[in-house]
């Protein structure tokens, strides 16, 4: 079967890529898919395997009504390869190769440089995985744990989307790499997942909501740019992940969402007025504000480490070769090549942040982190909106970007969420006023109690505005009685 745009699920492996008639890539697809199946058991979420699941598959990579609903048990979910449809004429549309035509193979020049982009984003997706996989058991209702299984399986299908890449196009290299992006994992001493952020603890669902809205942030614009890529089969999976990746934001915002509902519900119905008094605000069982400020404090600085450097020479040398381009890149109106073209880089001059002139080819990293910022304020602003709503006095705020930061310009010195450059006792001494500190983690996992009836949420968390594919409010999202 040629490349489609339904899905062919006669094969082992559903895919719209015509692998029946690309046995190699079959083969090797087939050989690792045990390995994928044994991590999935071991790694992927514990407790709940052997449970049906609502959970929505690709079935066409059409845009309007690419998904299909049903019970299925999550070892039995079908991940395939799911490429966007190619466009004939699609052209290099940036860098030095501007106006050739994208790329059907590697380009020899360039294979190193791939491979190490492709490996870095196929190992975030098992790491998330591997990050989340303690939730279920601690699920505020049957909603949410139908949804964080839903992003789990979106993440192992991601997984196979760069497995595939390196598997066709990277010969016995690429084979090695995805073994290895099926051997480390996240938070372990001996061998850890690639990035920072993936080697972090997700505690508790505020966590779990914080990473999807600000971390898989960082993911939809990461995979944006390489949407951009010449080179095309890169851009075409990537394509389509965004597709799903939709879904994961939504999951963060509207669950951060609703834990800020029930909170301001539950001051107004106290008659608490002052969101800084947590100690009367802990006792009706919902999440004080201020603490939600201080996780996404956390979940925003180290969403910030993922852009890398400011100023990047590997990220300049992505662009001019046409292998990573920027967010929207075809919209944007400039040359594309970015000759002599400057912009603006914070950075840190005599102790103080200030705003420098780079030339755009080196500050790649920094134009893709405005980019994100300006995306998750637009989503604070939306909290703020709800919050405002109630009559509760609280702001959320995104902290600055030289807050508790690890790589890059900032990495090395310590600041405050409004930026003023600390020492380092002074940032030991407050730190606990802008982090979570080990108490606030306690109180919220004292919440985390279960909650699976059908129909029911936990006391800290408002139910949805709407059911998944309009279920009703007690729809059976996870018969965990099989669990
Ligand atoms: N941690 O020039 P620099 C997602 C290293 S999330 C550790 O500043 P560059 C998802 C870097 O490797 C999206 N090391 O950075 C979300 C380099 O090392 P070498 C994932 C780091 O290369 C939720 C050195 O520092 N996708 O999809 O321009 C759930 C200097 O590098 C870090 C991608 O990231 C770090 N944070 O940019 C599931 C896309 N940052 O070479 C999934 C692919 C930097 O000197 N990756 N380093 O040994 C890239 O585009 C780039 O590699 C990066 C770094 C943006 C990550």
Known sequence: MPETTTVDYSTKIPNNVGLMDDQRVLKALEQWHPGYIDWWMTMGPAGFQTADVYLRTAVSIDPKGWAKFDYVKMPEYRWGILLAPRQEDRQVNFGTHKGDKAWQEVPGEYRAMLRRLIVIQGDTE????????????????LYDMRNLFQVNVEEGRHLWAMVYLLQKYFGKDGREEAEGLLQRR??????????????????????????????????????????Q???????????????????HMFVGETGVGRAIERTCKAMQ???????????AVRKLGVIDLPTMQKKANLHFSLSLDLFGSEVSTNAANYYSSGVKGRFQETRIEDDHQLMSATYPVSKLVDGKVKMMD??????INMRLRDDYVADCAKGVERWNKAIEKTGVKFKLALPHVAFHRGIGEFGNVKASPEGEVLSEAEWARRKDQWLPSKADGDFI????????????????IAPPKAGIDNKPGDFEYVKVHQA
Request: charged residues 25%; negative net charge; aromatic residues 10%.
């Open 126 to 141: 098992p790491a998330s995985v591997e990050q989340q996989r303690h939730l279920g058991k601690t699920a505020p209702s």
């Open 186 to 227: 996240s938070g372990d001493a001996d061998k850890p997942r690639m990035l920072g952020a993936f080697n972090e603890e997700t505690p508790d669902w505020l966590s779990f909501f914080m990473f999807t809205f600000f971390t898989d942030r960082d993911g939809k614009m990461q995979l944006e740019s390489l949407a």
């Open 229 to 247: 890529s010449g080179f095309d089969p890169l851009s075409r999976t990537c394509r389509f992940m965004l597709t799903e990746e939709a879904h």
């Open 269 to 279: 119905e106290a008659g608490i007025e002052d969101p800084n008094d947590i100690a």
């Open 358 to 363: 780079e030339p755009a080819l080196t500050a």
């Open 445 to 460: 996992a004292s919440l985390m109690a279960p909650c699976w009836e059908r129909g029911k949420f936990a006391s800290w």
